[in-house]
Structures are given as C-alpha cells and as structure tokens.
C-alpha cells in the first residue's frame, strides 16, 4: 500500500485539529482546544482506484508564540494549508506560511482549505482574493469540520496530487 | 555507559521524573536503560521485552526525530536536540503528551524520553488562553473595520439629508412666493424626518449590540410573552396602516401564550420591523400578514406582503454584517441587522424568501420556553 505524509499547516485556530477529526474520526466540537505540539493520525483512502495509506501529521498553529517547525516537514508528500474563511487575516498568514515551507522543503503539493464554511454571515474571503489565488496556481476548498462539507474532498483531492506528482 | 539501575540514586531520579533512557549501540538500535516506565509499556508494550526501541514500527514522529538527534549526536559536546511535544496514544486509548531529547553523555549517544507533566499542562493552558485572546482580539478588530465602514455609510446618508435642509433653508431665504415658502418647508421637514429615523435607527442598531454584549456575559436570561409583543408591535404600527389603508392578518390563535427566550422589547422591535417592512412593501390598499406556528419546541414566525420582491444583490446581504456595499442598501440593512442580533443572541434563526408569485416572506424560529396557553 501506498503511505504518504500530509502536514496540517496553518495559524491557530483555523481548525486543522477539527478538520483531522471529521476526517478521521467523523467527529466535531465547537470547543476550541490549541494544539500544542504534534498528532499524527492515519486513514485509508481510495485514490483512483488504489489504496492510499495517509499519515496525518497535525502540527501546532503557527503564531508568535510559537513557529511551524520545518524539521517535522521533512518526508512530507504533501500539505493542506488551512485558513479560517471567517478570519481574513488567516489567509495572509496561510500565505506567509507557505512562503517559508517552500522555501524550507521546496516545491510540493498542496491545497487551501478555507474553513468554517459553514459560518456564511460571518465569511470575510472575497471571490476576488480567491480569483488571485487560483490565478498563481492555488487550489482551493471551502470546508466546514462542523458539517463536513469539502473535508474528504480536499483531503483525497490532496491524495491524488501526492499520487500523481512523483 | 552502565545500565540504570533503578534502586540507583540517578536511575530513581530519573525514574521519578518520569524518563526512559535509551542509549545507542554499534549496531545503531537504541537500547533501554534501566527498567522502562509505566508510561513507555502502555504506548510500546514490547519495549520492555525486546530491550531496544523498535523506531521504524513505534513511531513516525521519532523516526524524523532521530535525523536531528543524528546531527547532535555527530557533533558530540554538550550540543542536545530537542523533538518539542508530541502525542502518543496508549493501548488504553489515553493520549500521552512526550518529548524526546538527544544528547552525547560519556562518550555515548544517549536519547531521553520524558513524559510532559505539570509545567507542560500549565504552558498548554497558558497557550489556550493567549491563543483565545488573540482570536478574539481577531474578531472585534474586524468587526471594528465593518463597524467604520458602517459608520462612513451613515454619515453618507445623514449629510445627504441634511444637504437637502440646508438647500431648501437658503431657498426659502431668498424665495417670496409663500405657496413655493410652503412647498419648501414641506422639504425640508421631511429631509429632517428622514434625517431624525435613520438615527434613531442607528441608535437602536448600537443599543441592541450593546445589551446582547451585556446578555452574554451573564445576565438572567430575558424572556418575553410572544401574545404581549405582538400586541405592542401592532400598536406601533396601527397608524401607518390605517394612513396606507393596508390590513394586517394575523393568523396562528392559541399561541398567544408561548413565552420566548428574548427580551420583551427586543421581541416587538423586531415583529414591529418586519411588519414596517412589510407595510413598506406592500400596495396600498394591500394587507401585511403574520403568521405563527409552533415547530417541535419552537414557535416560526411569518411576515409576508404582495409588494416588490427585493432585488437580488441585496437579498444576499440582506442580514450580513458585511459593509461593502453602497450608502442605500446600508439603511435598509440597519433594521436587519438589529433583528438578526436580537434573533440570533437567543439561538433563534431569521430568514426571507422572495415569493414565487411576487412578494416578501421573512421569517424567525424562535425556541420557546415552557408554554402557558
């Protein structure tokens, strides 16, 4: 079987823990509880017909309490890049984030999980700064670990990614 | 290195510190030393038995460690690599928070793992705290901006009004015929009408976010009679009718009783909104109608009239917080707004449907308390 690693990567409170669990485990809570550290969780995954074994690598939100550690990058296949939709500011911070992941372990592949898509009255990402994302090269998914919306997409969109870039 | 005797005085410390040892042979396989904690057999139980820490099967986050402690462990010295914090789960499901640390004591490769305890929890909770705030501190500094935003349109709105005052003043000033006199002042009266709403509007808007602040830090929960609001809002709107000719229908008998989790005035003020709105709508000589229902522990409220459906573009943020959009929809929204606050600090729903065969539909779930028919 295939494995392959995937790092969460985003700031804190963006719901890269919830994300995991909903995939993972098909569980939410609306209890915000700050990761701090790492978590590694693994799920199977049907990728175009092949098995695909996902080791899960939950990384502690990156702010100035503390900063995304590019050693636990190392060996990853790829990474989903998590803003919070309605947190604008997030989303430039996902963006300085990938920054400095690309400038630690190069190019890889990735995708933009914009979440809590199911808070519609509070979302602050505009169509026009997604436009602009999509424009460099950037996929995008809006997710909600709350409803499930877009989670397994995103993450088996992700698979197929890591599957076809050799 | 000897192995830690556990009666030894460093094997106890390190034992009561809640430390697995592991030192690294020729061979490259790290070998426990000493007698493994309670802690390191309830995540690898065949660590005890195999005396050497099968990393490739234990655990993914060590493996990528080891390439660091490689690096510490080459350059030799004092130099240490630390893993930071991570977590394991025992065979009993119980998540074990662990750090590893990479040294080079008596000439050997030496690899700790610890078992975080207390000082970690209180980091953790400290983190917690200051990640809480900053998200939190993230929310009202948005909401600021929008607040801004808000505030630019009103002023917009509220200059628009008076230049309109002023204009019609300085006519009047140079004007001697009394009938247009007249019709100027009919003018400006009404720009200072319009001028005087929109700020009681804002003020209720301001008033409403204020109290459902104060609501949330603790208060007794506010409660209102659904009958006894209805009967306020009708009131409030009787003479606008009557001017208008327009009936209002009120259908749902029986229900007058359901008591909701909302501050009494709150509730009129938002039934009064939807019905001026509803009237607004609709044709003269039309008729407004509301409707209640009792849904499974809620009570659905229903406004509709036959006017002008809304147009598209302000149907989407008919209720958002969002304020981009030109000075005219920010006044409609304002009175939205307020309902959708007072709707949603009591865990209710508000909504609108534009009608198929034309009109407007707003409706709000309201939870019920205990009902006293």
Known sequence: ?166 | MPDLDRDSPAGAVLEALGFAVFVRDKSGALRLSGTPPDWLRSIWPDVASAASLPIDHASPFLENFLVDAGGCWSAGGEKRARSGPWVEQAADGIELSLEATALTAGGQAILLLERLGEIFEAKKSMLQKARETVIAYQRLNSEMQKKEILLNCISEEMNAALANVITSLRLIEMEKNPAQIAQLLSLASRATEEQQTLINKVLNVFAAELEGLRGRNGMAIAEAKLGDALLAAEENVASQFADKGVRLSITGNGLAGIRVAMDSTHLTRVLSTLLENGLQSAPAGDEVRLNFAEESGSILIRVTDNGPSFPKDICANLFSRATTATPGPQALQLPFQFCRIAVENCEGEIGYESRKDGGNSFWIMLPTLAATK
């Open chain 1, 1 to 166: 079987m295939i494995q392959k690693k995937i790092c969460m990567i985003g700031a804190s409170g963006v719901g890269k823990t919830s994300l995991i669990a909903k995939f993972v485990h098909s569980m939410f809570s609306d209890k915000y509880l700050t990761t701090v550290g790492v978590k590694i969780d693994k799920k199977t995954v049907s990728v175009d017909g092949s098995e695909v074994m996902l080791m899960i690598w939950d990384l502690e939100g990156d702010d100035d309490y503390q900063r995304l550690q590019t050693s636990y990058l190392r060996g990853t296949s790829g990474y989903l890049l998590v803003a919070d939709g309605t947190r604008q500011i997030t989303l430039d911070q996902a963006i300085e984030i990938q920054g400095r992941v690309v400038a630690a372990i190069g190019p890889l592949p990735f995708l933009l999980a914009l979440n809590k898509a199911d808070l519609a009255p509070q979302w602050e990402i505009d169509e026009a700064r997604t436009d602009s994302l999509s424009a460099r090269g950037w996929r995008s998914f809006k997710t909600s670990a709350k409803e499930g919306a877009g989670v397994e997409e995103a993450f088996i969109e992700l698979g197929r990614m890591m599957t076809q870039s050799k």
